[in-house]
């Protein structure tokens, strides 16, 4: 059987959400954000609003259940009130009002902890998250319960997302969204999708990513093993970063009971999909994934869809960067790879007047002519040594044969490394963890030079 055509077709049919959907989801927004544009209390704050979350990372999926609704989130983007600073809460109230002087919401609203929640009528709902930057520069939205405010980057968020989805082919997202059906499927773990997003996501590496991610469904064993390679380490839950904002987890989302759930049924579902890889038939093949995916996952509307697919010889990833001259891959250097561990890059440039150094996550596309420093966050147990890799892409870079790629040492100390901002384009930086000649965590961080 084809299995990534069967995976590709199981999506289209059964678990993305619908176009129509998301095209309904576009139109609800626009309208809410009309009505609060309109309020004489909110209107005059807004600046903005911005997907995130599922809609942003496009990870929603089609309600599971019976009672499931699909949901989605954007940012209100609002001026700061100085009258409400000691009052964050008020930032909530103030939006729910503005709802509720409204005929089209003021029955549909409902304050939540973070945000204020519009219901549809069992189907959907979408929760507008105030979201302002205060005059020190921090990005914050509202914890309501605790009245303060928390710090946030969801576009750096995104862009994480996109970098790792980017780095697997493409198929991260479509795993992720695999693992959202298996949750609302099996009802076996619950988990929320920033904290799903994060684990797996985190476990992507930059390592062997033409084998590792070749496809969906090899992308879908791939991280569910080292996903349990990685749980396997942490008999409490580990502390859950924010990778795009420092200093920021999502412990406080979840708890030591959901963990120990999910950490149990991830090792079983990591078996179970590791079985189905290893089918030496279709009839098993099918028997084993129905055993993750229930009979939604073989239908007559799938397996039509599977054979269309089939049919255009369809291409799953997208091509891989051409090898630059000189350019060395870790793979190829007698490594092996057990990623058991976690490492975070931290990019910051370094402001020239001595103001406060700005994540790379934080901006937008940086100019030419900065210098950054690059550190790396990990919870590898010492000794080992950390192993950079600088990656310059674009015609400029090109047209100055330099390109780069090779593995290179720290050059400060804290095994960091400097680097300056000399070509427009889109670059990387990656950073390996190597304990006894074993990477053991690595990350991978995109620059994008204007």
């Excluded at 009971?257 to 090792?267: D, G, L, N, P, R």
């Excluded at 269309?308 to 051409?322: E, G, K, Q």
């Amino acid at each position: 059987m084809d299995t990534n055509a069967h995976f590709e077709a199981f999506l289209d049919k059964t678990v993305n959400l619908k176009p129509w959907k998301l095209t309904q989801l576009d139109d609800r927004v626009n309208a809410i954000v009309n009505a609060l544009q309109r309020d004489p209390t909110i209107g005059p704050m807004y600046k903005e609003h911005l997907p995130q979350g599922s809609w942003a990372h496009h990870t929603i999926i089609n309600p599971v259940g019976e009672f499931d609704e699909f949901d989605a989130d954007f940012l209100l983007h609002v001026e700061e009130n100085l009258d409400w600073s000691d009052d964050p809460g008020q930032y909530l109230r103030e939006v729910r009002a503005a709802f509720k002087r409204t005929a089209t919401y003021k029955d549909k609203v409902r304050k939540k902890n973070r945000c204020i929640r519009i219901g549809y009528a069992n189907e959907s709902h979408v929760d507008v998250v105030p979201n302002l930057t205060l005059a020190d520069g921090r990005q914050v939205i509202v914890n309501y319960r605790d009245n303060c405010f928390e710090d946030t980057n969801p576009d750096g968020f995104t862009q994480w997302m996109h970098e790792r989805d980017e780095l697997a082919g493409g198929n991260l997202r479509r795993v992720i969204r695999l693992l959202k059906y298996l949750r609302d499927y099996k009802n076996t773990f619950d988990c929320k999708s920033v904290i799903l997003t994060t684990l797996v996501g985190g476990r992507v590496q930059p390592f062997d990513v033409a084998d590792r991610y070749a496809d969906i469904p090899t992308t879908l064993v791939t991280l569910l093993e080292d996903l349990d390679s990685y749980l396997d380490l942490h008999e409490m839950m580990p502390l859950l970063d924010d990778p795009s904002c420092p200093g920021t987890s999502f412990n406080h989302r979840w708890g030591e009971e959901k963990y120990s759930t999910f950490k149990t049924m991830i090792k079983k579902y990591a078996r179970w999909a590791c079985e189905a890889r290893d089918a030496t038939t279709e009839a098993g093949a099918v028997a084993a994934w129905q055993k993750l995916f229930g009979p939604e996952f073989v239908t007559p509307e799938v397996t039509e869809a599977k054979a269309a697919i089939v049919a255009t010889a369809r291409s799953c990833r997208p091509a891989l960067d051409v090898r630059a001259p000189g350019e060395e891959f870790i793979e190829e250097q007698g490594y092996r790879f057990q990623p058991r561990y976690t490492a975070t890059i931290d990019g910051r440039v370094m402001e020239l007047n001595g103001g406060r150094a700005r994540t790379l996550r934080d901006r937008k596309p940086v100019r030419r002519g900065l210098r950054l420093r690059f550190t790396v966050k990990t919870d590898a147990p010492h000794p080992y040594r950390v192993i950079w890799k600088v990656r310059n892409r674009g015609d400029p870079a090109t047209a100055a044969a330099d390109l780069r790629g090779a593995l290179i040492a720290p050059n400060q100390a804290g095994d960091a490394r400097f680097e300056s901002t000399k070509y427009r384009g889109r670059h990387y930086i990656e950073v390996y963890i190597v304990r006894e000649e074993v990477v053991v965590a690595s990350d991978h961080h995109e620059v994008i030079i204007q």
